[in-house]
């Protein structure tokens, strides 16, 4: 739309902002909630009398929807619109919360497959939103800031939880993961306030967009050997990182012999260092290309850090801290490299495929492990 809103540049970026911070807090509480199991995995295996692969399926079960549902959420945004697309998804995933803190098996179950839907499409929803608000006033940045905000909710969930059931109780914890998640889907609604607001200011216009590419599975056959080769790192690398990182505080306790709080803040130590480090590597990624060596680099770096937690005495400090520098500088290299290898009228199709390859990877490695 042509007309122009009353309101000044600050104030736009203002509200801009708003919106950013409200989306955030519920992709945040989100992330807090899918870590969750990670450093909960021995309480849960003691008090709930759960074997290792009942605990690492309600990891697994949460990459299902992702393999087969992985345009559903692009396509109920452009149905709904953003704004109620959003809360439904985030009413989708807060119920998988609150059916996971009922500490029955399958009823976790059931509300970890449904928290995978709502999250995954929501994340969806959340990259339109962000375009929506932020194209032409700093797209880059504000993705950065959220994907800051996204981690900082993984690394709450390895410091705090652990103490909180380790003070109170594992339904404290879990009830606590429930309640965050409430918290998030009362500021969706609040987004959902704003950006009715904003349409109706002229602070957001609600331009239409050009069709987006459909997602078909036969035109992934004419996709370029480089990204196939791109995708077997993803789901490679991907695998093992998350599985670990998920195993990592049962595995610091019986490795190790430390306490539940410790062991936890030990295995979140790898988002807080690629937390604090990601936009660096990325800014050296944007500056001197390199993006291959970077990633044999960051791949090469892993392979000692879990030799040397497996087999050595060496303080698990340093591997982790490593892992964490590998973790910034890999996904630096890999997803900005995916633009530059598929054209554009396919890249829809590329990045349709190495979700679902990633998530296939993601559902088998914690039953492996």
Request: glycine share 8%; net charge positive; with cysteine.
């Amino acid at each position: 739309h042509s007309t122009q809103s009353n309101y000044s540049k600050p104030m736009i970026y203002l509200f801009a902002y708003l919106a950013l911070v409200f989306i955030s807090v519920a992709a945040m509480a989100s992330y807090f909630a899918y870590d969750c199991i990670g450093p909960l995995t021995p309480l849960l295996k003691d008090k709930l009398q759960l074997s290792s692969t009942q605990v690492y399926m309600l990891y697994s079960i949460y990459s299902i929807p992702v393999i087969l549902f992985v345009v559903l959420g692009g396509i109920l945004a452009d149905k709904l619109g953003v704004r109620k697309a959003a809360i439904l998804f985030t009413a989708l995933f807060t119920l998988g919360t609150v059916l996971t803190a009922s500490q029955n098996y399958v009823v976790m179950l059931i509300g970890r497959f449904l928290f995978g839907i709502g999250a995954e499409c929501y994340y969806v929803v959340m990259n339109k939103i962000l375009a929506k608000w932020f194209k032409g006033r700093g797209l880059a940045m504000a993705f950065g800031i959220n994907l800051f905000l996204c981690r900082a909710g993984t690394y709450a969930a390895f410091f705090g939880l652990p103490w909180i059931a380790d003070n109170f109780t594992l339904g404290s914890a879990l009830w606590m993961v429930a309640g965050i998640n409430i918290f998030g889907l009362a500021v969706t609604f609040l987004y959902g306030i704003l950006d009715r607001f904003g349409e109706k200011k002229k602070i957001v216009s609600f331009v239409e967009e050009e069709e987006e590419e459909v997602f078909r599975l036969r035109d992934a056959l004419r996709l370029p050997s480089a990204f196939w080769v791109i995708s077997l790192l993803c789901v490679t690398y991907y695998s093992a990182i998350f599985p670990f990182q998920g195993a990592a505080t049962d595995f610091f306790i019986e490795r190790y012999k430390m306490g539940h709080v410790a062991a936890g803040r030990l295995a979140g130590t790898i988002i807080l260092i690629s937390m604090l480090s990601t936009w660096f590597f990325g800014a050296i990624v944007d500056r001197i290309g390199k993006r291959a060596t970077m990633m044999i680099i960051g791949s090469l770096a892993m392979i000692p850090c879990h030799i040397s937690m497996a087999y050595t005495n060496i303080n698990p400090w340093i591997p982790m801290i490593v892992l964490g520098l590998s973790f910034s500088l890999v996904p630096a290299a890999l997803w900005p490299a995916l633009p530059l290898m598929v054209k554009e009228k396919q890249l829809g199709t590329a990045y349709g495929v190495i979700a679902m390859v990633q998530n296939i990877g993601l559902f088998a490695f914690p039953l492996a492990v």
